[in-house]
């Protein structure tokens, strides 16, 4: 009996030999490792926006919407300078503007310039303006007409050298003279305007159809009131005609409707 069961090394060989083969062809089959638990599939490394990747899965930088844009000029040139810029480039309907940056007009030409807050202005006749934080707006020379939008609370401000106009849902002119011995216009088209010295909390009110001229230095603020005119209607409606910054452009002003009505009650 013990002499059958002995197997000679040659048998024993060729046994252990086909369980190997057999054992590395389950594997093959199964996709089991001889180690244990599975090995993951390794991940490609493949930087962001790579091209060798569909566009779909390509990641892309997100870009925020300028807080304000140019939506119309009459006549050139118009210049913008960037906030980081050495130099002005040329100002196109359609541009996007950031907090920081100023437009500037040359000569005849105007421009247009709204705020997605419904902010908006128009400026001209050599003027220069700069978007700051928090709906203020540096205007240091020129003319502009600056409104929200009728429906819409956007308090907001316009700084010039000599005052500083505050605006709450109303229409106002602004003329800043290139004479720093000039006086600035400050003119209430509809609503009520602040105009404040500086230095100086106290405010001086401008009602609809009511300008004050200020001087640089000015600090008397009995005075200043005294100064303030109330414009008939006719003075009104000819201010309305002769002004750039209303007729010389597309589309009439946002609230064109509301001073179009304070004109028509206005006594003679």
Do not use: Y
Request: aromatic residues 6%; positive net charge; charged residues 20%.
């Amino acid at each position: 009996m013990n002499m059958r069961m002995q197997r000679s090394p040659l048998s024993l060989f060729c046994t252990g030999c086909i369980s190997l083969s057999f054992g590395g062809l389950l594997s093959g089959c199964f996709g089991v490792s001889s180690t244990s638990g599975p090995i993951p599939s390794p991940s490609p490394t493949v930087s962001a926006g790579s091209p060798s990747l569909p566009p779909s899965l390509q990641a892309t930088a997100p870009t925020a919407t300028p807080p304000a844009k140019i939506v119309e000029i009459f006549q050139q040139p118009v210049f913008v300078k960037r906030s980081q810029a050495s130099q002005e480039v040329a100002g196109k309907t359609g541009m996007g503007l950031q907090v920081g940056e100023t437009v500037r007009t040359k000569g005849q030409a105007l421009a247009q310039i709204n705020l997605k807050n419904g902010l908006g202005f128009r400026i001209g006749r050599n003027a220069s303006l700069t978007i700051q934080p928090d709906n203020k707006l540096n205007f240091t020379s020129g003319e502009m007409i600056t409104w929200v939008e009728p429906g819409k609370k956007v308090p907001a401000q316009i700084v010039t050298p000599t005052a500083v106009a505050g605006i709450r849902g109303t229409t106002v002119f602004v003329k800043v003279p290139e004479d720093v011995n000039g006086e600035t216009t400050f003119f209430a088209w509809e609503g009520t305007v602040s105009v404040r010295l500086p230095n100086n909390p106290t405010e001086i009110i401008l009602n609809t159809g009511e300008e004050v001229q200020i001087r640089r230095g000015e600090r008397d603020i009995a005075q200043v009131r005294r100064r303030i005119r109330r414009f008939r209607r006719q003075e009104m409606i000819l201010r309305r005609r002769d002004s750039l910054l209303f007729r010389n452009f597309q589309q009439p002003l946002p609230t064109h409707q509301i001073i179009e009505q304070a004109i028509r009650q206005r006594r003679q």
